[in-house]
């Protein structure tokens, strides 16, 4: 579904991505991990059309989109959820969900998945009316997933979804993101909560300055002795 092949990133003169090679087959969780400053956010963000490689190539169901629009890559089924949830405030939950649903043109199209939203996150229907910004920390992160799968991605990109949440949150967080998985959507995970990332991930890559050091399945990495001392504790 999404192969990157020799991709580099460059800031200025500081290279951010190393000639990085990873793939993800539909239907998959695939985790990123790694430590912070490790290229993980920056492969997203380049990934999503925000950032331009200065080398490689991103493919996309068959097609290139590295030097594509943001909005074209969203128009192709490719969505992603930033680091920090980035919801609207001054605004109720109700139009954060509405920005999400901009693609549609039809407003039965967009109350009939907003209605599948509401079933995912009833919190979200009991609080539709509220500002965005009164909601906790976990709430503010199911809108902003709820608001992605609005535009009913293929492929879903979370960046960091567990990031200053408190544990009962994570643990539901991860819980949600494995049921979308099931319903059909394939979902690129970058996470520093190693141990979650990697229980519901059918594959890992493992990322150091910008370089995939080591990849395997979720169970193998987990038993790594090596990502045990560098992220588990080990």
Do not use: C, W
């Amino acid at each position: 579904m999404l192969k990157v092949e020799n991709l580099s990133v460059h800031y200025g003169m500081i290279q951010a991505v190393k000639e990085i090679n990873f793939e993800i087959k539909e239907g998959e969780i695939v985790s990123l991990i790694g430590a912070n400053g490790a290229g993980k956010t920056t492969i997203l963000r380049t990934i999503s059309g925000l950032v331009r490689p200065s080398q490689g190539t991103i493919t996309f169901q068959g097609q290139q989109i590295e030097k594509e629009s943001s909005p074209k890559i969203v128009s192709s089924g490719l969505v992603q959820v930033p680091e920090g949830r980035h919801i609207f405030t001054g605004m109720t939950v109700m139009e954060n969900l509405e920005l999400g649903a901009f693609l549609y043109k039809n407003k039965k199209e967009s109350a009939d998945i907003l209605e599948v939203i509401f079933e995912r996150f009833p919190i979200l229907a009991d609080r539709k009316n509220q500002d965005a910004s009164t909601l906790s920390g976990g709430e503010q992160q199911m809108l902003a997933m709820g608001r992605a799968l609005l535009s009913r991605p293929k492929l879903l990109l979370l960046d960091e979804p567990s990031m200053g949440l408190a544990p009962i949150f994570i643990k539901e967080i991860f819980s949600i993101i494995e049921e979308i998985n099931r319903q059909g959507t394939t979902v690129l995970l970058i996470e520093q909560n190693a141990k979650m990332a990697l229980s519901i991930a059918d594959r890992g890559y493992v990322l150091e300055t910008g370089k995939v050091v080591l990849e395997g399945t979720g169970s193998e990495l987990l038993k790594s002795s090596d990502i045990q001392k560098a992220y588990l504790g080990g």
